[in-house]
């Protein structure tokens, strides 16, 4: 049984892959996918998170990254809040190809730009929260 300890390393870690994955798909001019795999790396840092301030040693079964935070004061603004919430748009219906084609048509490679610097800023907020 792994301790909590242990349980949020492996969702830090995870998260660094998928940081990785984001960068290389933005040099590849695939947007959606970026953004995808950036709602993917927040989600992951919002579960070490989650670990962190809850009893349980495993998170939710979610990629609502509002519901992984619900509860825990992380010194998000409600800009951010509301970010999060547009974010989790890439992890639903980047996953189902009948939205794939609406997703591409509004992400621009501008729009991309200021996401993941979004992403990367929020991820900075919550992991002094570990």
Known sequence: MMTKEEHIT????SSEDDLITLNSLFKEERFVHAIFFGHLFLEKVCKAVWVKHNIENIAPFTH???KLLNGIETGLSEDDLTFLDNLNEYQLEGRYPEYEFQLKK???KEMAIEYIIKINNISQCLLKNL
């Open 10 to 13: 492996h969702w830090i870690k």
């Open 64 to 66: 609502n990254l509002l």
């Open 106 to 108: 509004k992400t621009t």
